[in-house]
């Protein structure tokens, strides 16, 4: 399947997303036409290069033998300026110049740092994406962001950068553990509660076969995310409004990511503040109690906290929604379901309804 991502700019730009169970193979020659004589710089999350470096060398895809290949230690406390340096210094002293592109291949932490040096690395170069994490390929190797991590909070630095062309085979997945295929999936059930149904009901009728990592199963998940996100982010690449929708789950998420030292992982914190929103929503009287218990039974068969640990202070999470909000100076716009399908935005929080539903959620 292939999914054009059409940007409005000064000439249109086209962001190519390309997903099959033959990609892995069609990478050599596409990558090859893609280039147009540009010298070709190669970064690998170093774990995805051991685990797949051979088969792609074997594989002919262009570059890997001639000193391109940067390996990277790919990490969360790792995505950070100095990566984006130890990159381009790399990259210089390999020859590379105003002609070269930059290949990330890993999830979403190389994409970013990767994306983020092509996008400055002598005023910025073109990049690709070979996503190899689910979450890699249903969220941040769609839509064109990049950056990094600063020790005051997760991508503070950072450009919109869209890539040339976005590679997904599904069959990468084959080699990821399951705790990360579930981080990935939070997102894909939040694209399906956004926007798809028919998503939905697949999401709902397959877990085995996704967690089986069956090709086609994976096939379905990640184009329909994908189709879904680029749709988005055509109709508004640089968030001013209508891209927001994409973070259903994402306000108390991030609170619970911070508040508990991002141990809780991020797909997690996801599911739960996506069961918030629906929660909050089903209290406005806007959405059926059926249809909160649909995304709490999906949650469930995947294992995602559907509940706010005893630990945490559900004012303590208000107040992180707000600290953040007063970060990016802007209002709350926190995103509701309605039913599954379709969300609206909301600004208008009343505090104490919003602290009973979160107590209502407390868990063990
Ligand atoms: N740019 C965006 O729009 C966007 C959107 C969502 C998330 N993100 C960013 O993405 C990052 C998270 O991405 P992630 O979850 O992919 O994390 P990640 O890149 O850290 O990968 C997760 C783990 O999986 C391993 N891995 C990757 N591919 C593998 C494979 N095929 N087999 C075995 N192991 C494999 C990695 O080595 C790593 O340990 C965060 O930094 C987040 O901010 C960006
Ligand atoms: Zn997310």
Redesign the pocket.
Known sequence: MKIDVSLPGGRARVSRIVIGEDVMERIAEEVGKALRGRSVFWVW????WS??GKKAQSLGWPGLDEGHVIPFA???PG?RLTAVEFIARRMINAGASRDSAIVAV???????VA?FTASIYMRGIPHFQI???L??QV?????????V?LPEG??LLGTFHQPVQVWSDPR??????DE?LR??MA?VIKSAVIGDEVLWKFVENHSESIKKRDPEALLRIISASCLLKSRVVQADEKESGYRRVLNLGHTVGHALEKLTGYRLR??DCVATGMMAAASLSMRLGMMQPGDVEKIRNVCEAWEMPVTIPRSIEPADIIAAIQADKKRIGDKLHFILPVHIGKVMEYTEIDNDEFLDVLEMMRGE
């Open positions: 999350d170093e774990s995805v685990l797949w790919a990490s969360e995505k890993g999830g979403g932490v190389t994409g970013d994306g996503p190899t994490t979450l890699a969220d941040s190797s769609v839509g064109g962001k990049t950056g991590d997760k991508n990468f997945l084959s080699t990821l553990p990360e981080q990935g997102e991020h797909g």
